[in-house]
C-alpha cells in the first residue's frame, strides 16, 4: 500500500515510510534499505532488545491463555479477557513490529455466551484461523461449543462463527476436549481436537472460512489397539509440506500426574492416517523425558 509517487516499505505503519527519520531501533523507517544507518545498536540501544513490550487491550483487566501469530505488520493476538466479574470473552487485535496497536480490539466470539476459555490461533498470509471453547456459565446439561472463526491481517472477522463441535460438561466441570492452533498447509486449515471420550479429531476449514465435511476420527481411546483405555491430554501439529506431523501425549488419565508417553502420528491433508516411515499404520513412540508436546520445523527438518 502506497501513495501516490511513493513506495511504502510497511503497510499500516504510518511511522516508517519514504522520508521519515531513521532510529537506531532494529528498524526500517526510511524505506532506503539500509537499516539504523549511523547508529551502533549495541553501544547506542544496548538494552533496547531485552525491554519488554506491553500489548495493550484497551483496559481490559487480567488476560488469561492469550494466543499470538506473527502476520506480516507484526504480531496478532487473541485472548481471554474478563469484562465483568463472572463473564470471560475472547479478542483480538493486531499490533505492528514495535507493539503499536494498528487498531481497537475485536471480540471474535459469541458475547452472548458466559465462557470462551483456551483461545487458538494459526495464521495464513494475511488472515488467521482463531478457535476457542464456549459455554454459558450455567453450564449443567448446557452444551459446549467448540467454536471457530476467520480473521484478517487486523483481527476483524471475516466471516460468521462457526460450530465445530457441541457436546457437554461432565460433573465436575472439566473441560469436554482439547484444541491445538489450527495449521495451515497452504490451501486449507486443519483443526486437531480430542473429546472426553479420548478420540482425536481433525477438522478442516477452507481459506474462505467454511468447513469441509465432518471431523475425521484419527484415533480412539484404544490409542494401542489392545483394549486398554487411554486418553489424549495434549498434543501439536504442523505440516511438513507433505503430511501433518501430530505429537501427542498419551495418559491413563489426565487429571493424574503426567507420565512421559509421546508418541507421533502422520496424517494426510484429508485426514488419513499414514504408515509411520517402514513400520505398520499405527504409533511412532518417542524416547522423552517431557509430558509437553512441542514440534518445530526448519531447514527441511522437524524437531519434537
Known amino acids: 500500500m502506497a501513495c501516490a509517487g511513493g513506495v511504502d516499505c510497511e503497510d499500516l505503519s504510518w511511522r516508517r515510510h519514504p522520508g521519515a527519520t531513521e532510529l537506531c531501533d532494529g528498524l526500517l523507517q526510511d524505506c532506503d534499505l539500509t537499516l539504523d544507518e549511523g547508529c551502533d545498536r549495541f553501544c547506542d540501544q544496548p538494552s533496547l532488545f531485552t525491554q519488554g513490550k506491553t500489548l495493550d487491550m484497551e483496559g481490559l483487566p487480567v488476560t488469561f491463555e492469550t494466543n499470538v501469530v506473527l502476520m506480516g505488520e507484526g504480531p496478532l493476538l487473541v485472548s481471554k479477557h474478563r469484562v465483568d466479574l463472572r463473564v470471560w470473552q475472547v479478542f483480538a487485535r493486531a499490533f505492528d513490529r514495535d507493539g503499536v496497536p494498528l487498531g481497537p480490539k475485536t471480540r471474535v466470539a459469541d458475547p452472548d455466551m458466559d465462557e470462551q476459555p483456551s483461545p487458538q490461533l494459526g495464521a495464513a498470509g494475511d488472515r488467521a484461523l482463531a478457535v476457542w471453547e464456549e459455554w454459558d456459565i450455567d453450564f449443567v ?22 460450530g465445530l463441535l457441541a457436546t457437554y460438561r461432565d460433573p465436575l466441570g472439566e473441560s469436554a476436549w482439547a484444541s491445538a492452533p489450527p495449521v495451515w498447509n497452504g490451501e486449507e486449515f486443519a483443526v486437531f481436537w480430542s473429546d472426553s471420550a479420548g478420540k482425536l479429531l481433525m477438522t478442516r476449514v477452507r481459506a474462505d472460512g467454511t468447513l469441509f465435511d465432518p471431523p475425521t476420527v484419527l484415533v480412539t481411546s484404544d490409542v494401542d489397539g489392545d483394549g486398554s483405555e487411554k486418553f489424549i491430554c495434549e498434543f501439536e501439529a504442523l505440516w511438513t509440506g507433505e503430511h501433518y506431523l501430530v505429537a501427542v501425549n498419551v495418559q491413563e488419565d489426565c487429571s493424574s500426574a503426567p507420565k512421559p508417553d509421546m508418541r507421533l502420528l502422520k496424517v494426510s491433508r484429508e485426514g488419513q492416517l499414514l504408515p509411520p516411515g517402514r513400520g505398520s499404520l499405527g504409533w511412532m513412540r518417542c524416547d522423552t523425558a517431557t509430558h509437553q508436546p512441542g514440534l518445530r520445523a526448519g531447514g527441511g527438518r522437524v524437531a519434537g
Open 141 to 162: 446439561n448446557k452444551p459446549v461449543l467448540l467454536k471457530a472463526r476467520l480473521l484478517d491481517r487486523l483481527g476483524k472477522p471475516m466471516g460468521p462463527v462457526l
